[in-house]
């Protein structure tokens, strides 16, 4: 989603500004642009298109100054354009603005002003508040006024690191922070953990690469000081949910989006079986217009990377107001989702700069897990020695991913052979069946191969229809519960000529001559098994992009955070 970055100070401000809008690309955006004062004056360089582009704009045009503002736009009013990139202007050219989110309202304020005289030169929500603040200003008003006068008018989503409506004066010296109508708000600082390094390549290719190797690490991170194989117990830590809210909830909703709402999945499965309580998965686009049916008894779980997802967020206040105690599952601290919820799971994965996320997947079924488990000790629901058990297995599972990860020369061949391919099937049973969909949706997010993932059983209601030589189906068959189910799944595709491609535990080799190509993955418990089986799949589709030429870190139409509805 759009990045927003403003710098005074003794620094060359161009140089700032464009070092900063570099270090944001990895939320996706389609245009860039800048505007510099110098001496009362404001200067505005913008284009279509990557970072680049605006570099050679301003070695063409330069700007220096005092002090400035720079964006990077992802379209959501207007075609990606120079004129529509920001920052926008007012009539005189004297009041600037960036903006990241969506103005709902803005049609409506759009003609108001157009009746008084202002002129329009966008077809962008955005520039409507650059006119709004000019107008308050001719009234007579100060800047600080005008902003929040304007802001009051208007109806926008999320407000990035401030809670709606709040405005933040910034000066060489102070910033100032008010709510709507004027009054102080206490500065509220964050002490961010991670290193800056952690948002470096560190001689990778790609970001993507880099982080699916960094897995083992990540979920590491979000074990460490929750689990003691010593004593076989889970600890999430303090927050405002109690153990009686655990003890007495009657059932779980998760909400989640994209890749999330697949872990999401994945934690149905892993709370029915663990705590037996039932659960259900809802897309936070959907959830706060179908009317839920929500008691106190009722425990949600917002599952979110970045903690700023605008369907996620709207679903949690949705909640809220119907009285629903809320958990976060989350990367980022002090983001809007771990500010308004009643406990946070933090999931420690550390910057995840690949719009398509890998490391935060992994650390989210992790995360989950341990939910799980607290769930099933807080109501009796296993017996110490069943959760260390568990304790045990995510114990094993970093280092059970770093042997896979050691398979990657064997999965970069196989892309080889596949990446001219035109469709894909991911197929999957039970737990792994989240993870097909997961596979699918990254071949389709980073490489444009148009993917489908269907649990296994499904495929006789429709997809079987699609399978012929030349269609992949990629088969998740490890020993489990359904491993025999899964079998006959592949013997269907075989009968009608598809291209098998099988994952299944090490040590079987039933499949060698049953599958096209298969692919050996440590044998482990079934429930952690989601979390080793999506690091192939990963891989597999970022060597088919990388063969293909697609921009793996920032694939087209994509953003990282998406902060609009």
């Known amino acids: 989603m ?19 809008l570099r270090r944001l690309e990895y939320r996706g955006y389609d245009s860039a642009g800048i505007a510099v004062v110098r001496d009362g004056s404001i200067e505005i360089r913008r284009c279509a298109g990557k970072l680049r582009n605006l570099e050679q704009v301003l070695s063409r045009q330069p700007v220096s100054g005092s002090y400035g503002i720079a964006h990077t736009r992802w379209a959501t009013h207007g075609r990606p354009s120079e004129e529509n990139a920001h920052p926008h202007r007012d009539c005189s050219s004297s009041v600037v603005v960036i903006h990241n989110g969506i103005i709902e309202n803005y049609l409506h304020l759009k003609r108001s002003l157009a009746s008084s005289g202002h002129r329009f030169a966008t077809e962008t929500d955005t520039e409507v508040y650059a006119h709004m603040v000019e107008a308050n200003l001719r009234s007579g008003l100060t800047l600080e006024e005008s902003v929040r006068l304007a802001l009051g008018e208007i109806t926008t989503r999320d407000m990035v690191f401030l809670d709606d409506g709040e405005v933040a004066v ?23 953990s991670w290193d800056p ?40 830590g303090p927050m405002e949910l109690s153990e009686k809210d655990f003890q ?15 872990a999401a999945l994945a934690g149905k499965f892993m709370i029915e079986r663990l705590a037996r309580i039932p659960v259900e998965v809802d897309y936070g686009s959907e959830y706060r217009y179908r009317k839920a049916v929500v008691t106190q008894d009722t425990l949600h779980v917002f599952v979110t990377q970045s903690g700023e997802t605008a369907d996620t967020i709207a679903a949690l206040r949705e909640a809220k107001a119907l009285g629903a105690k809320c958990l976060s599952i989350c990367n980022v601290v002090g983001s809007m989702a771990t500010r308004e919820s009643h406990g946070v799971i933090y999931t420690h994965a550390g910057p995840e700069i690949g719009v398509a996320s890998t490391k935060a997947f992994a650390t989210q079924l992790v995360a989950l897990y341990l939910l799980a488990l607290h769930l099933a000790r807080c109501r009796g629901a296993l017996s110490e020695e069943e959760i260390r058990s568990h304790v045990q297995s995510l114990a094993h599972l970093p280092a059970q991913i770093e042997h896979v990860l050691k398979t990657e020369g064997e999965i970069e061949a196989l892309a080889k052979r596949l990446f001219h391919a035109t469709d894909f099937l991911y197929l999957g049973r039970g737990i792994n069946y989240p993870i097909a969909l997961e596979g699918a949706l990254k071949l389709k997010e980073i490489s444009y191969i148009h993917a489908e993932g269907y649990p296994a ?3 006789k209601h429709g997809p079987i229809a699609l399978i012929d030589e030349h269609m992949p189906v990629v088969a998740l068959a490890v020993r489990d519960s359904v491993y025999e189910k899964m079998v006959s799944n592949i013997e269907e595709v075989k009968a009608r000529l598809g291209v098998v491609i099988a994952l299944t535990s090490e040590g079987n080799n039933e499949l060698d001559g049953k599958a096209d190509h298969t692919i050996k993955v440590p044998a482990a418990s079934d429930l952690v098994t989601p979390a080793i089986l999506v690091v192939p799949l990963q891989l597999l589709a970022y060597h088919i992009a990388l063969l293909r030429g697609c921009d793996v870190d920032q694939p087209r139409n994509l953003a990282k955070s998406v902060t609009v509805e």
Not at 2 to 18: F, Q, R
């Open 170 to 192: 910034i000066t060489r010296d102070n910033v100032l922070l008010t709510d709507s109508k004027g009054g102080p708000r206490p500065l509220r600082s964050q002490s961010i």
């Open 457 to 459: 059983g499904e495929m």
């Open 197 to 236: 390094l952690l948002a470096e390549k560190g001689g990778y290719r790609h970001f993507m690469l880099k982080e699916i190797h960094e897995q083992p690490r990540a979920i590491r991170d979000t074990l460490y000081g929750r689990i003691w194989l010593d004593r076989g117990t889970v600890d999430l």
């Open 248 to 262: 007495t909830a009657s059932r779980a909703i998760i909400v989640a989006c994209g890749t999330s709402w697949h």
């Open 2 to 20: 759009c990045g927003i970055v403003g710098y005074i100070g003794p620094k060359n401000v161009t140089e700032v500004l464009v070092d900063g």
